[in-house]
């Protein structure tokens, strides 16, 4: 029994003591025992509900989270419209959103505070914010994702307004609560008049984001189409020039332009960019600003009652409210600054103009209607009257969706006429500014001098993707997508491999050693893995460090260029040698560098004077071939059908460490002890140096290759990385083409290792 029950019983006892009290006054107490122990049992379950409160507010929190992200991501990258990269649509943001939506779907839990009842209203407002901000995050879904999280995402706001409207109904949401009858306090308090209203508006704007949310997801699917044929168009543009196909002769500015006009075809191809630029975008900003409005309107009316929390969420109803209420503000800049950025990216008067015309409804978003409408049934065995039926209702309910779509289409536009007019004002402030600035020009009076690019911004206009042909982008937006990329490669600049174009800067044009043949060796390691370039760097790697009586400082100098050469050679490899051979070899090798690199052995042997007795360079080479030959053997003694992944890295390793080692000691003949490990050591450095450039020469193709992806998703991170690592290898890429290369065909340059040994 309760605390309450148990004082309850206690004065009944105390009651029944007393000779003067009625019998039938306490047998009608009595009946009331009831009532108190369910009252009782409910304060004993509503006790854990201010940690719930607690782990909704959590919950909005890391909505929050991923919106300011998404605002840092914006402002980093200069992309205003803010495209949606860490809170985005899927099973995860939905389930975590399910969780701090949970005030507005419980029935329950009543209500009476000023901070519960804020608390409730403010939660639909940070959905509505919520909502703003994800409409672009529709972009980057594929056809079935998309379908499954729009029904996903509906699920869950009808669930919320329905849920709304009942409580509206039962009074949970009222602007009268029965505990008020007993409240002295009543009529102080200013919210409950203007609670129902300000759910209702709620409930409005939450159904209209979810219809701009199925709206804008039609578009999408179409307009995706339509901006994969003109990204077709100009792919084909961009490869037609002679020196791209033939990609030993690439320069590092050829590839640049390349890299320059894909990140244009990206940029402004991007599915994001659309739909953040699209009327359900503009307007759904505008709704996201009237949302917070009222949702400062809440807290400025409660503003004098923080303490009136009276539901059984208790102090954690303040936290609610606080929480979401910060997560509103933050979460509205975005959508307010996709609605203004989207009209500057294309601002002219010909295209406010247009825009002025709110009736016109282009094609892409009604297009997949149509085509549904058109389309036939897959009818299976059924009856002639029943297919006419069919027929008929689905001509009649795909009619209806398209007045729909247009209408929602047009209001959307209404809404975001109250921005455009903004925006005309500032395009009006800066044509007066441009006529003053020229007006003080004629004078010799120069206020900013403008570089002049107006060539350069001819030839990337020709990459730019727009879905209306009439539509033109703002000089100024392709001026900002050019520098975002020039920014990128600066950027990555600053990234570049050191280590490892010191150790690249001491090749010159393949040059040999005298004393071994490194034609024969390098021919002989890659008679069995061709156009594979990180087993004998690790190999090398691994005998170079191996050599005693060479100073720390080189060694680590060595394997840090190794290192970082590394992370470009596997880039080169998984794009050129996709084969299931290549693929075991090069995870192989990466096995491999990680044991010699963090722990410096080899296949569990130690390096660096592996033996007491291997005092020289050739007594060290004799223990490696001989280690190498005995692993060998012993893993092709097994049965080659119960080796597993371990012995088939093992003989993979040993064989590479046999076949150079043996090639080495076989061209010094009877001279391999009087060489100096110090001698070794170049001699093996300079092969080291020889196959990354041979290798990094496959660089510009492959830039040349990231650029290109058959994904409109994830195409801008493509030719991101593909600029990011231009910008990283650029250096390297100049000293290659500065060095005299051999004599080979431009097609024979793109696997130049294969020809080392012809």
């Known amino acids: 029994m309760g605390p309450d029950l148990i004082e309850y019983l206690r004065l009944l006892q105390q009651l029944k003591s007393y000779n003067n009290v009625p019998t039938e006054l306490i047998y009608s107490l009595q009946s009331y025992t009831s009532i108190v122990y369910r009252s009782d049992v409910q304060n004993r379950f509503s006790e854990p509900m201010p940690w719930i409160g607690i782990y909704i507010a959590l919950a909005s929190l890391f909505c929050i989270i991923a919106i300011v992200a998404d605002l840092l991501h914006g402002l980093r990258n200069r992309k205003l419209w803010f495209p949606c990269k860490y809170f985005t649509l899927n099973a995860a943001s939905l389930s975590v959103i399910a969780i701090a939506m949970k005030l507005p779907v419980d029935l329950n839990n009543s209500m009476p505070g000023d901070v519960d009842q804020a608390a409730k209203l403010g939660s639909m407002g940070f959905m509505c914010t919520m909502m703003s901000n994800l409409l672009p995050a529709l972009a980057t879904l594929d056809s079935k994702e998309l379908v499954t999280n729009i029904i996903a995402l509906g699920v869950l706001v009808i669930t919320i307004v329905v849920n709304v409207c009942i409580q509206i109904k039962t009074g949970v949401v009222s602007s009268i609560e029965v505990w008020y009858l007993f409240d002295d306090d009543y009529y102080s308090n200013s919210v409950s008049y203007y609670t129902m209203p300000i759910a209702i508006i709620y409930v409005a704007m939450l159904l209209m984001l979810l219809i701009m949310h199925a709206c804008s997801a039609l578009a999408i699917l179409k307009s995706k189409q339509i901006l994969e044929m003109k990204y077709q168009a100009a792919h084909e543009t961009a490869m037609k020039d002679k020196e791209l196909q033939q990609p030993g002769r690439l320069s590092v500015d050829k590839i640049k332009q390349l890299v320059s006009n894909y990140w244009i075809m990206a940029s402004t191809g991007n599915p994001q960019f659309f739909t ?13 600003a009237i949302s917070t409005v009222l949702h400062v309107i809440v807290i400025l009316l409660i503003v004098g009652s923080l303490g009136d929390f009276r539901s059984d969420y208790k102090w954690s109803a303040l936290v609610i409210l606080i929480t979401q209420f910060i997560g509103s503000i933050v979460g509205t800049m975005a959508p ?70 247009k209408t929602v289409v047009v209001t959307c536009k209404m809404i975001g006429l109250i921005p455009i007019f903004i925006v005309i004002c500032i395009f009006i402030c800066s044509c007066c500014w441009k006529w003053l600035k020229s007006m003080f020009n004629a004078f010799g ?57 010191k150790l690249v800067e001491g090749y010159r044009g393949f040059r040999r050693a005298e004393k071994f043949d490194s034609h024969h060796v390098l021919s002989l390691l890659l008679e069995e893995s061709p156009s594979c370039w990180s087993l004998p760097l690790v190999t090398l790697t691994t005998m170079a460090i191996s050599l005693p009586n060479i100073k720390k400082d080189r060694v680590d100098c060595l394997l840090s260029g190794v290192s970082e050469g590394m992370v470009y050679v596997t880039i080169v490899e998984d794009s050129l040698n996709a084969t299931d051979d290549h693929v075991i070899i090069q995870k192989a090798a990466q096995t491999l560098w990680l044991e010699v690199e963090i722990y410096q052995k080899w296949l569990g042997n130690k390096l660096r004077k592996p033996v007491p007795l291997a005092n020289t360079a050739g007594q060290i080479l004799l223990w490696l071939r001989d280690t190498a030959k005995n692993m060998v053997t012993r893993v092709e003694s097994r049965d080659t059908k119960g080796q597993n992944d371990s012995s088939k890295f093992w003989s993979i390793s040993a064989s590479s460490m046999y076949r150079i080692t043996e090639m080495i000691l076989h061209s010094n003949h009877a001279h391999v002890d009087k060489v100096s490990p110090e001698e070794l050591f170049e001699q093996l450095s300079s092969m080291i140096a020889d196959i990354f450039v041979a290798c990094l020469t496959n660089l510009p193709q492959v830039i040349a290759m990231k650029c290109h992806s058959s994904e409109i998703e994830k195409r801008e991170a493509s030719v991101y990385a593909a600029a990011q690592l231009l910008g990283e290898t650029m250096q390297i890429l100049n000293t290659i083409q500065d060095s005299e290369l051999p004599s080979l065909n431009p097609d024979d340059l793109v696997f130049i290792v294969d020809k080392l040994g012809a």
């Open 276 to 288: 953040a630029c699209s009327a359900t975008s503009c307007a759904s900003g505008v709704i996201s």
């Open 336 to 405: 307010l600054s996709r609605c203004f950025a989207a009209l500057s990216f294309k601002l002219s008067i010909k295209w406010i103009w247009n825009n002025m015309n709110v009736f016109k409804v282009e094609s892409y978003w009604t297009q997949t209607l149509y085509d549904l409408k058109e389309s036939t049934m897959p009818f299976l065995s059924c009856s002639r009257k029943f297919k006419i039926l069919l027929e008929n209702t689905k001509v009649i309910v795909l009619s209806f969706c398209i007045g729909f779509q």
């Open 445 to 501: 009076i120069v206020l900013i001098k403008e570089p002049e690019q107006h060539e350069t911004n001819k030839i990337l206009s020709h990459y730019v993707l727009q879905l209306q042909e009439d539509a033109e982008l703002a000089e100024r937006t392709l001026k900002r997508i050019s520098y975002s990329f020039e920014r990128i490669i600066k950027k990555a600049e600053k990234q570049q491999p050191y280590n490892l174009m």
